[in-house]
């Protein structure tokens, strides 16, 4: 048992040493500016974010959430769950189990993208959406190629760069909920949710879900690399893609309407 843990953390040491190279990058420095100074993220918190982008928010986030949760699923060893809607969705029993008993990672992303599910049906609510709004709604390519790329990286089961651009994507993601929920609650700025104390209205609670930092997100991506074997060479250019569609997500539904001026 003992020489079991001391190979765990020579692994860890391997693959968080490749989380670190990977998050030093020029271009996930360049990605994490681009977004600390998104235009989307200016507006919100001058309290000039319209309707119709606080809309382009939710209705995309609604195809991406279903695309993802897919994604990770597969890459969670469910290749059967192919559902048409997250609602009502049961997240199914754990089929990879890491050799430091932690929950896969991608068995721990899909059961939070079911969990916040109902979140996002809260947030359109709160922007004058149904469900059945965001079912017919008619995606934008720049914004669902997140996504997209995510599918392609499931499909060829690559757990490993899966699992390197969570950890260096994900904290920045959460940086914009963070950011964002702190906006849209400012009473100042009449965006119309209630607050009172420390309770969460719950038309906010699906950006404040995704604003909370991922205990053990390194570790966790870093068990998967690890066990994939890969080298650094094997993942930059995944983790740079996504970055960069991770980017136009946040454009794309900033340029739904182009009536904000900053």
Request: net charge negative.
């Amino acid at each position: 048992m003992i020489a079991l843990k001391e190979k765990d953390q020579r692994n860890y040491s391997r693959g968080q040493s490749i989380l670190d190279r990977l998050k030093a990058e020029p271009f996930n420095k360049n990605t994490e500016r681009l977004l600390a100074n998104h235009p989307y993220l200016k507006a919100a918190e001058k309290g000039v974010l319209t309707t119709g982008q606080r809309k382009a928010f939710a209705q995309e986030q609604y195809s991406i959430q279903l695309s993802d949760a897919k994604s990770f699923a597969r890459l969670a060893g469910h290749s059967d769950f192919t559902p048409t809607s997250l609602s009502n969705v049961q997240t199914p029993e754990p089929k990879i189990t890491p050799s430091d008993e932690r929950i896969d990672l991608f068995q721990f992303l899909l059961g939070g993208e079911i969990y916040a599910s109902t979140l996002l049906l809260d947030y359109a609510k709160g922007v004058g959406l149904t469900e059945n709004n965001l079912c017919t709604y008619k995606t934008l390519a720049k914004a669902q190629r997140y996504p997209s790329y995510w599918s392609q990286l499931a499909l060829s089961n690559n757990r490993a760069a899966g699992a390197a651009a969570c950890a260096v994507n994900f904290p920045a993601w959460g940086e914009m909920c963070r950011r964002l929920f702190e906006a849209l609650k400012n009473e100042e700025f009449n965006y119309g949710y209630n607050n009172s104390g420390d309770e969460v209205d719950n038309r906010l609670a699906f950006v404040n879900f995704f604003a909370t930092p991922i205990d053990d997100l390194d570790q966790m991506a870093a068990t998967i690399i690890e066990g994939e074997d890969v080298k650094y060479e094997d993942l930059v250019e995944h983790v740079k893609r996504l970055q960069e569609y991770e980017v136009m997500f946040w454009d794309s539904i900033f340029e739904t309407e182009e009536d904000v001026k900053l």
